[in-house]
C-alpha cells in the first residue's frame, strides 16, 4: 500500500480481555517496528521483525505481550489479560532495509483503552 | 543508554513569528536525526531526516539543524501559522542498534 496502515485505530476493552492489533506495512518493506507511546511521552521500542522473525523483542513489557509476522508482510500484536496500564498509543513502522538511511515511515497508530 | 530531551516542552505563540525547538541528545554517535509532527490522536509524519554527515536540512518552511559534536538539533519554522499547530518530535538513530530513541515533544500551539 502507499502508507503503514493500522487497524482498528481505536479499541476499548474491559481490563482482563485479549486484544489483537494489526500492522500492514509499506508494500516490500522488509523492517517493521512495534511502538508504544503514553500520553506525553515519545514513543518506546517494542519489538523488531526483520521479514517473518522477531529480530529483537526486548521492548516488549512482559509475556502478556507478544507479536507475530507469519508471511513477512502484516504483523499482529497480541496482548493478553491486558490492565489498565496497557492504555496507549501502539504505532507501527516500516522502512525499507535495517539501518536504513532512509528513516521509518509510521502508521498513525491504535489508541488501546483499557477499562 | 541514549537519551534525547526536548525543551520547551510546550510552546505558545502569535501566528507570523518563527518557532525555534530544540533537541538534545547524550551519545552523539548516530547515523541520523529525524523530526516528526504528530496531531492529537494521530500517529507520526516524518518532516526532515538529517545524516550524521549534514549539518542541516530544509523543506518549504522548515529547517534542521544538527551538531552532532554538542549533541543537539534544532528546528526552525518560519511564519509560523495555525495549521503548525501540534506536537513535533526529535528521534536519533544509533547505527549499530536500529530503535529510534525519541524525546517526549515539544507541543506548539500557534494563536491567529
Known amino acids: 500500500g502507499a502508507g503503514v496502515s493500522q487497524t482498528p485505530s481505536n479499541k476499548v476493552t474491559e481490563k482482563g480481555k485479549y486484544v489483537e492489533l494489526r500492522c500492514d506495512p509499506i508494500?516490500?518493506?522488509?523492517?517493521l517496528y512495534w511502538y508504544r507511546q503514553s500520553l506525553g511521552q515519545g514513543p518506546e521500542f517494542l519489538i523488531y521483525?526483520?521479514?517473518?522473525?522477531?529480530?529483537?523483542d526486548s521492548g516488549l513489557p512482559n509475556d502478556r505481550f507478544f507479536a507475530v509476522r507469519p508471511e513477512g508482510s502484516v504483523s499482529t500484536l497480541k496482548i493478553q489479560r491486558t490492565e489498565r496500564g496497557d492504555s496507549a498509543v501502539y504505532l507501527c513502522?516500516?522502512?525499507?532495509?535495517?539501518?536504513?538511511?532512509?528513516?521509518?515511515?509510521f502508521g498513525s497508530g491504535t489508541r488501546l483503552t483499557v477499562v | 543508554k541514549q537519551e534525547v530531551t526536548q525543551i520547551p516542552a510546550a510552546l505558545s505563540v502569535p501566528e507570523g513569528e518563527n518557532l525555534v525547538l530544540n533537541c538534545s541528545f547524550t551519545?552523539?554517535?548516530?547515523?541520523?536525526l529525524q523530526w516528526f509532527r504528530q496531531d492529537p490522536g494521530k500517529g507520526l509524519t516524518s518532516l526532515l531526516l538529517?545524516?550524521?554527515?549534514?549539518r542541516e536540512q530544509t523543506s518549504g518552511r522548515l529547517n534542521a539543524s544538527l551538531d552532532k559534536s554538542s549533541g543537539r538539533s534544532t528546528l526552525y519554522i518560519a511564519a509560523s501559522q495555525p495549521g503548525d499547530s501540534a506536537t513535533y518530535l526529535c528521534?536519533?538513530?544509533?547505527?549499530?542498534?536500529?530503535?529510534?530513541?525519541f524525546g517526549a515533544g515539544t507541543t506548539v500551539t500557534v494563536r491567529a
Open positions: 538529517i545524516q550524521s554527515s549534514q
Open positions: 551519545d552523539s554517535a548516530i547515523y541520523n
Open positions: 508494500s516490500g518493506h522488509t523492517a
Open positions: 521483525f526483520q521479514g517473518t522473525g522477531a529480530a529483537d
Open positions: 513502522a516500516s522502512s525499507s532495509m535495517t539501518g536504513t538511511a532512509l528513516g521509518y515511515t
Open positions: 528521534a536519533v538513530f544509533p547505527g549499530d542498534d536500529y530503535k529510534l530513541s
